[in-house]
């Protein structure tokens, strides 16, 4: 059994920052990836940033480039996305996925809200 919880969503004011939290526990094999996506409302959900483990290699949406980086604590199985300069349009649950040899996972989610 695997849990993933992210944390750290709030209510933020237009061109402040927030840090998320994701923190993975259970029975936790080769942890291939993780990474952070959002859904807005009446929207898909979108990829936002993604750290490959092995490599330390980062892709982001382009929309966040610049703005929002991911990071990890891997003695604590622990993934961050802090969020700089957001915006309005950022307002969304954002949910924490792992990708390991056994699977994905994902996260309940943690709500973002930006206001203008």
């Known amino acids: 059994q695997v849990q993933v919880v992210e944390s750290g969503g709030g209510l933020v004011q237009a061109g402040g920052s927030l840090r998320l939290s994701c923190a993975a526990s259970?029975?936790?094999?080769?942890?291939?990836?993780m990474g952070w996506y959002r859904q807005a409302p009446g929207k898909q959900r979108e990829p936002v940033a993604i750290l490959i483990t092995e490599s330390g290699s980062t892709t982001y949406a382009d929309s966040v480039k610049g703005r929002f980086t991911i990071s990890r604590d891997s003695a604590k199985n622990t993934v961050y996305l802090q969020m700089n300069s957001l915006k309005p349009e950022d307002t969304a649950v954002y949910y924490c996925?792992?990708?390991?040899?056994?699977?994905?996972?994902w996260g309940q989610g943690t709500q973002v809200t930006v206001s203008s």
């Open positions: 259970g029975s936790i094999f080769s942890i291939s990836a």
């Open positions: 996925a792992l990708t390991t040899t056994l699977g994905g996972y």
